[in-house]
């Protein structure tokens, strides 16, 4: 039965509303509405600081008007209203067109000096002064909302200057204020409302009930009563998500998976007495789970995190040979054809002859013939190939297994709940493997993977090189470049190769030729750019030199790395398409360009492309970026360390919220308004416990029907499809 939350918005703030609602902000019922919160309070009392307000960029800010006046138009009919408005130590412009009724003294929402309101517009500079053309306003007189008589009532009067006002999140055509008007019309709407936490929960985490909440995030009295309601509804967010992400690891469990048990002298065992070097510590701990888990009658889904050049690959192929023993199929889910190839390639070297024979290791991507899908697929149906590489195309209707066993998908941030599971569908219940160069702090592992196991391997195999990076600021050393392939040549004059990382193909890339917005621009390294001035450059004479892009055809990409992991290139100029996976012994250097334009975590992997063979790696980060800049930081941080947990933290202080949990993961728009997992960590671990607690003793929430209800009503499309499905 539907609720309060539950009602379309139509019936409660009108059509028009509610439509421009939906518009503007996808808000379509009342829950949607009051769970959009506001992004910061004001008070009537107090000013904004004009002088520092940026240069095109939307703002609502409180001010009093200096000044009011209306002239006609010299050129053209008509008037124009102008308008100064200050904070006490700046000023600030306002400009309109044929509204005299503004500077009316008589309109309860007239510009009069002397009057303090809201202001929301887009800041521009015109003659050297700051201006809103043309804004949108709401005087704090207006009829209604007169202040208490100061010299009657002073107590009242400062009370009325101190009550918090919502800012909320909005647009041009819907400005904060017609979001305030339309929120106490859905509070209005709502009395009665069930919490839907238990009475346990509010006691364990102290949380104020969820009606008296809403009311005071969206219409405090003081400042208390939204931190408070703030802290409640946070608190709402972590256990709704928790709960889910449980319910659907216990879901899981109920399904009953084939058991898959290594033989003695079987597959496994053979492969681990012809490997040339001992297995480390962490890949033995983490085999061991593994094995552990695929022997069990329930499906294994587990999440695998490891540093870059850890040999979670090799963990992953150990267990795809287990799964071989009892005639199951495994299908390793790569992100692009250029690491799908790369890990055919390494996965047959591996195995040998013999092995390589018997499981028939197949690759299935978008760019292969038709003749050579064909034959794949005729083999993978058959069951003859037991280990099955590919990219998105094994998703596809015409991928289809004989007995599918095992799903491995590799860089799990590249694919959505929605896609493993149309994997996980062409098997009868197979275990799942998602692994991730990535290193997750632990909350982000339970805010987005909380329904999966961990296993984490930290140490490196034997033999791994140091890799050494360095800063190239070309902000402050512009002369550097020619150092960067002179030092190039030199290890190129020793033997060895590297590569050239650009952030785009060619010059008609999305992001334009140019650093946009900055003064003096410099051109974006491209691949096509970088490619022939290298070529020319005398340091680089007589080189072998190329590119490689997502552009290529599948044959293209597959000839170059080829060529390339054979020693017959010297020097590879690509984009990120080699971030992951590709590993060629005798890469020792690489530069990244711009590298500023790159994440942390992404500059973490690029740079695990070298020094895996043994010899030292040198990383060169280029950069325009300014002294000081958050830019410059994120590349000086990458350079301080090569551990990839702690870059893992520094990432997650650096990036905003949606980028760490990522719109594959979430379903889209996110549900977590208020949480945030950078600073949230220990409210999400209560969350969790309590979470676990109330469903050890009813899994179904049976005896929780409301607080089902609120599960369902915040789950995102994915985690309600998933649950449908299984």
């Known amino acids: 039965m539907a609720g309060p939350l539950d009602q379309r918005l139509a019936a409660v703030v009108g059509d028009r509303t509610a439509k421009l609602l939906e518009k503007q902000l996808e808000i379509r019922t009342v829950g949607d509405l009051l769970s959009h919160y506001p992004r910061r309070y004001v008070k009537r009392g107090e000013l904004s600081r004009l002088d520092a307000l940026p240069l095109e960029t939307d703002v609502t800010i409180v001010a009093e008007v200096l000044r009011a006046t209306s002239r006609g138009l010299r050129a053209r009919r008509g008037t124009m209203q102008g308008v100064l408005i200050s904070d006490g130590t700046g000023t600030l412009s306002l400009v309109f067109f044929n509204q005299p009724f503004l500077t009316d003294d008589k309109n309860a929402n007239a510009l009069v000096p002397g009057r303090r309101g809201l202001f929301s517009g887009r800041v521009k500079l015109y003659n050297g002064m700051r201006q809103l053309a043309h804004p949108q306003h709401q005087m704090f007189t207006e009829e209604g909302q007169e202040p208490p008589d100061p010299e009657v009532d002073p107590e009242g009067a400062k009370r009325w200057e101190e009550i918090p006002l919502p800012i909320y999140p909005a647009t041009a055509a819907l ?9 106490e019309l859905a509070l209005a709407s709502i009395g009665g409302l069930e919490d839907p936490m238990p009475l346990e929960v509010c006691r364990i985490a102290h949380l104020m009930g969820y009606e008296a909440a809403l009311q005071r995030i969206h219409r405090p009295a003081h400042d208390g009563d939204w931190v408070q309601a703030k802290r409640t509804l946070r608190f709402h967010e972590a256990f709704l998500l928790q709960t889910a992400l449980l319910q659907r690891r216990a879901v899981r469990a109920m399904f009953a998976a084939t058991e898959r048990r290594p033989a003695p002298g079987g597959h496994l065992e053979r492969f681990d007495a ?30 695998l995190q490891g540093e870059v050049a850890s040999g979670k690959t090799l963990v992953a192929l150990r267990a795809m040979l287990a799964v071989a023993e009892s005639g199951g199929q495994s299908a390793l889910l790569a992100p692009t054809e250029v690491l799908a190839a790369q890990h055919l390639r390494s996965i047959a070297k591996i195995l040998g002859p013999d092995l390589s024979a018997e499981l028939m290791p197949t690759l299935v991507t978008g760019q292969m013939g038709i003749a050579a899908r064909r034959k794949a697929a005729l083999q993978i149906i058959t069951g003859r190939a037991k280990i099955v590489v590919g990219t998105h195309a094994l998703l596809s209707d015409t991928t289809e297994f004989e007995d599918l066993g095992l799903v491995v998908v590799d860089e799990q941030h590249r694919f959505g709940v929605e896609q493993r599971e149309i994997l996980r569908r062409k098997g009868s219940a197979p275990h799942t493997l998602v692994m991730t160069a990535t290193p997750i702090p632990r909350t982000v592992a339970m805010t987005v993977f909380g329904d999966l196991e961990t296993s984490t391997i930290r140490g490196l195999p034997a033999g791994r090189a140091p890799i050494t990076s360095h800063v190239v600021p070309l902000a402050e050393k512009p002369r550097w470049l020619p150092n960067v392939w002179r030092r190039a040549g030199e290890e190129i004059e020793q033997g060895r190769q590297g590569y050239v990382i650009c952030p785009a193909i060619g010059a008609d890339d999305d992001e334009g030729d140019l650093l ?13 750019g970088v490619l022939a001035d290298l070529r020319t450059q005398p340091a680089l004479a007589g080189r072998r030199i190329e590119a490689l892009t997502g552009r290529m055809s599948g044959e293209e990409k597959d000839a170059v790395m080829t060529a390339f992991a054979d020693g017959r290139i010297d020097l590879l100029v690509a984009t990120t398409v080699v971030e992951v996976g590709v590993d060629v012994a005798n890469a020792t250097f690489m530069v990244v360009l711009d590298a500023d334009r790159f994440g942390v975590s992404q500059l973490h992997q690029l740079r695990g492309r070298v020094g895996r063979g043994g010899l030292p790696g040198l990383c060169l980060l280029v950069t325009h970026a300014e002294a000081g800049t958050p830019a410059l930081e994120r590349v000086e941080a990458v350079a301080a360390t090569t551990d990839g ?14 980028d760490v949990l990522g719109a594959s993961q979430s379903g889209g728009r996110s549900q977590l308004k208020l949480l945030r997992v950078t600073r949230d960590g220990e409210l999400i671990e209560l969350a969790r416990d309590t979470a676990a607690a109330i469903l050890a003793e009813d899994p179904a929430l049976d005896a929780y029907p409301v607080l089902r209800a609120a599960i369902e009503r915040s789950s995102d499309e994915e985690s309600r499809a998933f649950l449908d499905k299984s």
């Open 645 to 658: 947990f702690a870059l893992a933290q520094t990432d997650l202080e650096l990036r905003r919220e949606g």
């Open 175 to 183: 400005t904060t204020w017609k979001i305030e008007k339309a929120v």
């Open 274 to 303: 012809g490997l040339p070097f001992e297995l480390t510590d962490d890949q033995k701990a983490v085999g061991a789970e593994i094995l552990a888990d695929l022997a069990g009658e329930a499906p294994m889904h587990r999440l």
């Open 516 to 528: 946009a917005g900055e003064d003096g621009a410099v051109p974006r390294a491209t691949v096509t």
